[in-house]
């Protein structure tokens, strides 16, 4: 069964989103301990759509959409309406953090967006951006961070985000989005392979405009081209694999407030 059929529909598919659901309910994924988060989004990947195309029927007259949702239907877990106030809704270290690989600030409303209609909520407790990928030899900067956090903005205007935060900023960089935003950066991650020790300057700051510092080990680009192409060539017999590239990628997480557990992980990720 299956591939022959998944191969089918993404030939005819112009976008393809990939929901993980909940990876802690998904024993052949418990059972490996990756040794790198690039390795664990590889391998959700390449499972996802290995069990995805392992169900699709071999019904020549398989309808094909435009856009294809591959999804492992056991793995799905809606959080219940009556724990919600017990449950916050982020990603990745308590934080939803969302990456925007050579995509467009729209992408951001269209991960929320199926990030709330995936674990059945009506807002996220908190986004984190990590800035997209800048040219060679060109710096961050305010301007090319202001479409990303406008529509973070207008997100948490329309009551869909409760906050919002930031990655990888300098004490610079983060001084000048908190002065220009109406919305002002609740945190701010930093890499922990670029530094030991937190900058003074940028803690400094930080304590000021109570500005949560939290720490990540993400590599700068966490899904490349050649890593999906490679996960759906694996996964996939005969697809051409390398007409596809991901737009972003969403980790996130649902922890107990009261004990700080981690109830709900896993990835959603949208490819053209």
Not at 115 to 142: H, R, Y
Not at 146 to 169: F, H, M, R
Not at 219 to 227: D, R
Request: charged share 25%; with cysteine.
């Amino acid at each position: 069964m299956g591939t022959e059929s998944a191969r089918v529909l993404l030939e005819h598919a112009g976008r393809l989103t990939l929901q993980t659901g909940n990876l802690l309910n998904w024993g052949c994924l418990r059972k490996k301990c990756p040794a790198t988060p690039s390795e664990e989004v590889r391998d959700c990947i390449q499972k996802t759509l290995t069990e995805w195309s392992s169900k699709i029927g071999q019904d020549q007259n398989q309808e094909t959409l435009e856009v294809l949702e591959c999804t492992v239907a056991q793995a799905i877990e809606k959080i219940n309406p009556e724990e919600r106030d017990e449950l916050k809704v982020s990603v990745c270290l308590k934080i939803a953090k969302l990456f925007i690989v050579g995509s467009n600030s729209s992408s951001i409303r269209d991960a929320v967006d199926l990030a709330c209609s995936a674990l059945g909520v009506a807002q996220l407790d908190s986004v984190i951006i990590a800035p997209p990928p800048v040219e060679d030899g060109t710096n961050l900067s305010l301007e090319y961070l202001q479409p990303y956090w406008k529509e973070l903005e207008n997100l948490v205007q329309n009551k869909k985000i409760v906050a919002i935060g930031t990655s990888d900023l300098d004490k610079t960089l983060l001084e000048q989005l908190y002065l220009w935003a109406q919305v002002k950066p609740s945190s701010n991650q930093v890499n922990l392979a670029s530094c030991c020790v937190m900058p003074p300057d940028l803690t400094a700051f930080a304590k000021e405009c109570d500005i949560q510092l939290l720490t990540h080990n993400d590599p700068k680009e966490l899904l490349c081209e050649a890593s999906f192409q490679e996960a759906l060539q694996e996964s996939i017999q005969n697809v051409k694999a390398n007409e596809w590239i991901p737009l972003w990628l969403l980790r996130y997480s649902v922890i107990v407030k009261s004990r700080g557990i981690i109830k709900s992980k896993g990835y959603i990720i949208q490819a053209k």
